[in-house]
């Protein structure tokens, strides 16, 4: 599976589009921090780290439903973990209205909101752009191993 960095402004923008995922806090800078997975100019998924100090936001993992079971998710947040771990990242945020299973079998778990960090409480997707009933999840990096093997 290809991971790259820097997947196309508008393939990113159209794929958070079609999935029903919030991009209008994203700044072209921001889109820096995103990872690719397919083909470097149309790639099937993509995936958004906000990085934060120690601690990181996991933001708009989005899959065209065509690879969707192939992989291409997990591969994107493996690779986002390992992109944070050597950013000095120890702790990855995230917020999902619809994949908590899927998050949750990749070692996230369900935090309460009253107990994220500032850092992650100030971003744009926790306090205006994911609803309260979103589920906040947290994975502890330095607890966890990265199984896959991908560039990125």
Same mark, same amino acid.
């Given at each position: 599976?290809?991971?790259?960095?820097?997947?196309?402004? $508008?393939?990113?923008?159209? =794929?958070? /589009?079609? +999935?029903?995922?919030?991009?209008?806090?994203?700044?072209? /800078?921001? *889109?820096?921090?995103?990872?690719?997975?397919?083909?470097?100019?149309?790639?099937?998924?993509?995936?958004?780290?906000?990085?934060?100090?120690?601690?990181? *936001?996991?933001?708009?993992?989005?899959?065209?439903?065509?690879?969707?079971?192939?992989? +291409?998710?997990?591969? =994107?947040?493996?690779? #986002?973990?390992? *992109?944070?771990?050597?950013?000095?990242?120890? !702790?990855?945020? =995230?917020? !999902?209205? !619809? #994949?908590? %299973?899927?998050?949750?079998?990749? $070692?996230?778990?369900?935090? #309460?909101?009253?107990?994220?960090?500032? /850092?992650?409480?100030? !971003?744009?997707?926790? %306090?205006? *752009? +994911?609803?309260?009933? /979103?589920?906040?999840?947290?994975?502890?990096?330095?607890?966890?191993?990265?199984?896959?093997?991908?560039? #990125?």
């Amino acid at each position: 599976m290809d991971i790259f960095r820097h997947p196309p402004e $508008g393939r990113t923008l159209a =794929l958070l /589009a079609e +999935c029903g995922l919030p991009a209008g806090d994203l700044t072209a /800078a921001d *889109l820096d921090g995103f990872l690719g997975c397919g083909r470097e100019d149309e790639p099937d998924g993509v995936v958004g780290l906000e990085l934060h100090g120690a601690v990181a *936001l996991l933001r708009s993992l989005a899959v065209t439903s065509g690879s969707r079971d192939r992989g +291409c998710g997990k591969a =994107l947040v493996s690779s #986002a973990e390992r *992109l944070a771990l050597s950013c000095g990242v120890q !702790t990855v945020y =995230l917020l !999902t209205e !619809t #994949a908590e %299973s899927f998050f949750a079998g990749l $070692g996230y778990e369900r935090v #309460a909101r009253d107990v994220v960090p500032d /850092a992650i409480r100030e !971003t744009a997707e926790f %306090s205006r *752009l +994911c609803p309260d009933s /979103a589920a906040v999840m947290k994975k502890d990096l330095r607890d966890a191993g990265s199984g896959e093997k991908e560039r #990125a």
